[in-house]
């Protein structure tokens, strides 16, 4: 029934940009939560950016705020994840997410499907 699909990863040097996006499925879209996660190299998988379609909210990581962006067209059912100033470490392989029922903050125990995932790799 939901699907997800990220695009737009690739190699970029240090303070480049790039933007990723998430094509989703209409019962995938209209979750409480929809959100980007990231898993550098030999680390933990974290989440990075998240919306509440519930409560109009959004929110990030410390490591990302100021340089990240989320946003969703509703017209084209797509998120995205815009990336500026890029650093060495954020390379990972970034994942989009939906939590079909969340609350206001969106506990990353309540996403129940997830993109494939796409690498970025930032280059110095």
């Known amino acids: 029934q939901a699907h997800l699909m990220e695009s737009g990863g690739g190699s970029v040097p240090a303070g480049g940009s790039l933007r990723l996006s998430c094509s989703a499925s209409q019962t995938a879209y209209i979750s409480d939560c929809l959100a980007w996660f990231r898993q550098p190299p030999g680390k933990e998988r974290e989440r990075v950016a998240r919306?509440?379609?519930?409560?109009?909210?959004?929110g990030y990581v410390d490591a990302v705020q100021g340089r990240f962006t989320i946003s969703r067209d509703n017209a084209k059912s797509t998120f995205y994840l815009d990336m500026n100033n890029l650093k060495s470490e954020d390379t990972a392989i970034y994942y989009c997410?939906?939590?079909?029922?969340?609350?206001?903050?969106?506990?990353?125990?309540?996403?129940?499907?997830w993109g494939q995932g796409t690498q970025v790799t930032v280059s110095s």
């Open positions: 919306i509440s379609t519930r409560f109009g909210t959004t």
């Open positions: 997410a939906a939590a079909t029922r969340s609350r206001v903050y969106c506990p990353t125990a309540d996403f129940n499907y």
